[in-house]
């Protein structure tokens, strides 16, 4: 990225028309990234096993949303899943692992525990209070733990953040931290008309209009 | 053997060995100093046969100054099981260390003297387990406090 970042916008900008193909490009890469996200298997407790549910059953299928290839090395990941309660011994290896995975990187945490230490942030001599204590967050899903609806909320939250966010001219400006709350009164079926239209309005082939399994 | 044959049979071992009743399952209470001499029976004995240690604990009692170590039996052969629970003093907290026996609590009993500050005798390697070797204090005591643990504030 370094290349297209730092070289292509001095060069195209000097063409005509060159700003308006920036910003198509923008938006073809943002795509791109928003698409294919793949997540680092990394959990370390209850909320994991929650994240567990939402990415690898079938029942959820991740793979709708091209983040279903979990990558147990941090190297070819690009979304950190923070699901658990962090310890202070856990902390520097937390931040190796931020450390060692590609630019453009992601980060959503889930769980009380990621957000502020959760049911442990009194008395307790090991908990690290808050996932922003160590490493940079992007969205944040409330719950203990978040529903599998939850998490994919924060998903195509995380999704419509990368749509919007950087730029060819602006590398690594992102929007501030987001809470996906699921806003209240937002039933089950909202919740999926918002997924399909999600679908269909980014990806290159055709949905039907009513999903054919379960949600 | 039943439950209540199991718990008579055990406490005929020694003196001053107690039933526990709120419990859901045959538990003891035995002092400190017999304990040691009744655990190497339980394995032994042809009528116990406890050869297995599935888990051991302790729990900090700060009103009544001591420690419990609670000990779960369970017998492979026999199909019966048994908890003890052993009472130390909170200000000198000695147990035997029943890794003759059982070789599985040594890891056990370093969990506890890392988390509680009970002290094994004859234990092989008593060092901390899980926190850093230069800790301080003994964090799962009601009483201990550390600059980075938040107080509840009610
Ligand atoms: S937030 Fe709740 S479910 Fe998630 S890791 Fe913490 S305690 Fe477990």
């Known amino acids: ?215 | 053997m039943t439950k209540e044959e199991l718990l008579q049979q055990v406490c005929g071992l020694a003196d001053g060995m107690t039933i526990q009743e709120q419990s859901n399952q045959p538990t003891v209470n035995v002092p400190v100093e017999k304990w040691l001499s009744i655990a190497k029976t339980l394995k032994s004995d042809q009528r116990f046969q406890f050869d297995m240690l599935s888990d051991q604990a302790a729990i900090d009692w700060p009103q009544e100054n001591q420690i419990e170590l609670v000990y779960q039996f369970y017998s492979t052969s026999l199909g019966h099981n048994l908890m003890v629970c052993v009472r130390v003093s909170r200000q000198n907290p000695i147990a035997p260390s029943l890794y003759q026996l059982w070789p599985i609590s040594e890891w056990q009993e370093r969990e506890i003297f890392d988390l509680f500050g009970v002290r094994y005798s004859d234990h092989p390697d008593l060092r901390r387990l899980f926190l850093e070797d230069d800790w301080k204090g003994y964090p799962l005591l009601k009483d201990y406090k550390d600059d980075f643990m938040l107080e509840r504030p009610w």
Not at chain 1, 32 to 52: D, H, K, N, Q, Y
Not at chain 1, 178 to 193: D, S
């Open chain 1, 1 to 215: 990225m370094g290349l297209i970042t730092d070289q292509m916008p001095p060069m195209i900008e000097a063409f005509p028309g060159g700003p308006a193909f920036l910003t198509s490009l923008d938006s073809i890469i943002n795509w791109a990234r928003s698409s294919s996200l793949w997540p680092l298997t990394f959990g370390t407790s209850c909320c994991a096993i929650e994240v567990m549910m939402a990415a690898g059953a079938a029942h959820h299928d991740l793979a709708r949303f091209g983040a279903e290839v979990a990558r147990p090395s941090p190297r070819q990941a690009d979304l950190l899943v923070l699901a658990g309660t962090i310890v202070k011994r856990m902390e520097p290896r937390l931040r190796t692992l931020y450390d060692q995975m590609a630019e453009p990187k992601y980060v959503i945490a889930t769980g009380a525990c990621a957000i502020s230490g959760g049911p442990f942030i009194y008395n307790s001599y090991s908990t690290v209070r808050g996932a922003h204590e160590i490493i940079p967050v992007d969205v944040y899903v409330p719950g203990c733990p978040p529903r599998p609806e939850a998490f994919f909320y924060g998903l195509l939250t995380l999704q419509k953040m990368i749509r919007e966010g950087e730029t060819i001219r602006k590398p690594n400006e992102r929007r501030k931290p987001v809470l996906a709350n699921l806003p209240p009164g937002l039933t089950l079926e909202q919740l999926r008309k918002e997924m399909i239209q999600n679908l269909e309005s980014h990806s290159v082939t055709k949905f039907s209009d009513k999903p054919t399994g379960g949600f």
